[in-house]
């Protein structure tokens, strides 16, 4: 059973920075993109950024040039490193990560980690 598990969120100051891991785990045989998502209160889950199996990335315009998305390949963990915080990015974050499970399998399944919380302090 393919898990998802987060961990870094807390509170932080205004200005601060965080640094967000997921791991995955669990009958893995590939994994192609991995991202994160967030979501805030009384919002929708939102795209924060992305990153494929090779390397490319993609952000929201509200993260660029503040956040960066890792991965290493080699642990199956994705990263997000949070610059310049700010109130407006409080949310749970979510990660999640296109897994194959078989070699036989053509398309990866998405995976959801349960989410942690990032509280931006003014």
């Known amino acids: 059973q393919v898990q998802l598990v987060e961990s870094g969120g807390g509170l932080v100051q205004a200005g601060g920075s965080l640094r967000l891991s997921c791991a995955a785990s669990?009958?893995?045989?590939?994994?192609?993109?991995m991202g994160w998502y967030r979501q805030g209160p009384g919002n929708e889950r939102e795209l924060v950024a992305t990153?494929?199996?090779?390397?490319?990335?993609n952000y929201a315009d509200s993260v660029k040039g503040r956040f960066t998305i890792s991965r290493d390949n080699a642990k199956n963990t994705v990263y997000l490193q949070m610059n310049s915080l700010k109130p407006e990015d409080t949310s749970v974050y979510y990660c999640y990560a296109g897994v194959r499970t078989a070699l036989w399998q053509r398309n990866a399944i998405d995976y959801w980690g349960k989410g942690t919380l990032v509280t931006v302090s003014s």
């Open positions: 990153i494929s199996s090779g390397g490319s990335t």
């Open positions: 669990g009958g893995i045989v590939s994994i192609n993109a």
